[in-house]
């Protein structure tokens, strides 16, 4: 690069090594720094995805449940993704432990199949509500949901969602 100077002649200027080996230097450290960065970020956007799908998984169970216990409290359905109902049905007017055990996929559709889901959804009913004397009208429903599905309890993270679910 040439530069005039004010007496007519030219002066050549640039960089020195010295600064392009600092600039590179910076910019390394720089890059060296976001991709150290990614794994976290990765790690945290899939447990963030996690936590999100089990709490939809959990609403859907407790929406099916909602629904029928008006009408059929001791004899509760789900019905699973592929449009078959789930059996044994869920009497909500005992205490069980586990009541059933179901699956989902990584698209938090339900199945019956442990082969293929990413999530284990485990359900308890409990007929011992405060505040309601009469054990046959409301029931304690814990779903908890834990994935990975196919890994031993001690390596699962779990999540559980409790609501009282009301013949009424």
């Known amino acids: ?9 030219f002066r050549k200027a ?17 890059i060296v720094g976001v991709l150290a960065v990614f794994p976290t970020a990765l790690q945290t956007g899939h447990s963030a995805q996690d936590e999100t799908r ?8 407790f929406g099916s449940l909602v629904a029928q216990a008006p009408s059929q409290f001791s004899n509760v359905q ?3 993704s592929d449009g078959v109902t789930l059996s ?23 199945t019956n199949s442990a082969a293929t889901a990413t999530y284990a959804i485990t359900i308890y009913t409990n007929n011992a509500v405060p505040g309601f004397t009469d054990p046959a009208s ?15 309890a001690a390596n699962q993270t ?10 009424y």
């Not at 640039?14 to 720089?30: C, D, M, P, Q, W």
Request: net charge positive.
């Open 54 to 61: 089990a709490a939809h998984i959990a609403q859907s169970v």
């Open 88 to 110: 044994p049905s869920i009497d909500l007017r005992t205490t069980l432990s586990p009541a059933v055990t179901l699956y989902a996929d990584n698209d938090g559709k339900l």
């Open 14 to 30: 640039a960089f020195s090594l010295l600064e392009v080996v600092i600039a590179l230097g910076v910019i390394t450290v720089g």
């Open 138 to 152: 409301a029931n304690a429903v814990t779903v908890r949901v834990a994935w990975p599905a196919n890994a031993p």
């Open 1 to 9: 690069m040439l530069c005039r100077l004010q007496g007519g002649s």
């Open 158 to 167: 779990f999540r559980d969602y409790v609501r009282i679910v009301s013949k």
């Open 78 to 80: 789900i019905r699973l």
